[in-house]
């Protein structure tokens, strides 16, 4: 099915009217999540431990009388809809059916809800998973397969468990002329910022180098018919939310961003998070490689779209300042230690942009 609308499919920009949230929300006191948990009849809070990961939404690991459980709470604006987490919560006990490893969240024992309000928020209890978060370079070959063929089954499975997506007449990309004004705004941010220090030197150096490549490359900006098909994906897809336990996968965290999307495109972006080096954002392009080749012998997506994919997020990448739209016109600076890995990735992707693309598609 499709329809005549061309979306725009641009880089995200923060909202800068809106206050810092997620981490910087206030901490949820002991009392309210002992309260929270007396709702799901999991016996007396014991201990309650901030999970240091995720920039979005708080989340505690909390010890009660009958075990142990991860509560979420939901602060993030653009994710924190009764309506939503109530659908998301739907899609991954479906999932967990189907027997991939997602941890669906627990109901509420009065009245048969997986997300509850208390104190103005809203909040989820899941089963804890054990296991360990790991970067692309300690996956072995066969588990870099594993990795890819894993979000394929997730995307197939997704259309079982979703409604059907009508196909979107294309996708409006950035304007580079809009980014490069953004650069420039920036890069005198970065320049009049006190103190001034090496991030900030940094920041000069690659924008300058930015507005560059936007003025050489201002030509490939992609097509909005040329995006591969729409689907349902998980949203967020990278190693902060994938548990490992040995040599497999033991569960998929964090479903917030589920929604319809390019699909192939997340296939992209994952592996750009997950395979790169941490200092210099470099791609480890044998691993994208095996990872890529397994998620396309999914069915998930054909050559040509994870080629179009990866020229799409290519582009993303090239017009995409969030964080340090973050740190310059937010003064939030969560995002700063993301930065230098992330600019120098880019830099590298655009000289080596045949091979990206090869790797992705053959």
Known sequence: MTFSQTLACAPARPDLTAPPIGTLSPPVPHLALAEVLRRYRVGRLLTAEPVAEGLLNRGYRVTTEAGTYFLKCYVDAATAHRGSIAEHHR???????LGLPVAPPLACAERSVTVDAFGGRLFALFP???GRHRHGSDLSLPQCDALGALLGRLHGALDDVCAPVPQPAGYRSADPLDSARLARELRLSARGHRPYGELDALVEQRLTERLDLLAEYAHRRPAPQAAPPTGWTHGDFHGLNLLHEGDRIAAVLDWDKLGPQPRA???VRAATLVFNDRTSGALDLVRVRHYSQAY?????ATAEHLAAAAHRVWWERLNDFWMLQWRYQRADHRADPLYPASAGQLAWWCQEY???LDAFAN
């Not at 899609?91 to 059916?97: H, T």
């Not at 396309?296 to 998930?300: C, D, E, H, I, S």
């Open 91 to 97: 899609a991954m006990a479906a999932l967990d059916a």
């Open 128 to 130: 804890w998973v054990d």
């Open 265 to 267: 495109e997340e296939a």
């Open 296 to 300: 396309r012998a999914t069915g998930a």
């Open 354 to 356: 045949e091979q990206v």
